[in-house]
């Protein structure tokens, strides 16, 4: 096995765009319905006193898979009891989890910004 060098380019990968046809009928038609789905989802976040509170549940729950995967574990009971503790955790995994939604708010935030992604943060 040969030392991976980082300056040598991986030739072997396939050229872009993919020469296969990747619209498909079926993909076309699950694009339709996840559009449709994702439609009534938010026709029904308008319907909602505060749409925030719904989302900022969905981010919460996404941090929580994302540490556990880090295995910063920390259970719903805890995430919950911090929100409405006025930022008093101390539980190091909360507060990392916590941590970690607030950013993907932040990101959020960004994109409403500037609706493309750049490396840089203006």
Known sequence: MSKFDHKIPYNDLPLLPPKA???TK??????????RALARLNGTLMNLPNPTLFLDTIYLQEAKA???AENIITTNDELYKSLVAD????????KEVL??????????????KKP???????
């Open 21 to 23: 046809d990747i619209e």
């Open 26 to 35: 079926e993909i076309l038609r699950t694009t339709i319905s996840a559009g």
């Open 66 to 68: 994302s540490s556990e």
């Open 87 to 94: 930022r008093k955790v101390e539980n190091s995994a909360t």
């Open 99 to 112: 941590s970690y939604k607030e950013a993907l708010w932040l990101g959020l935030e960004q994109l409403k």
């Open 116 to 122: 493309f992604i750049t490396p840089i943060f203006v």
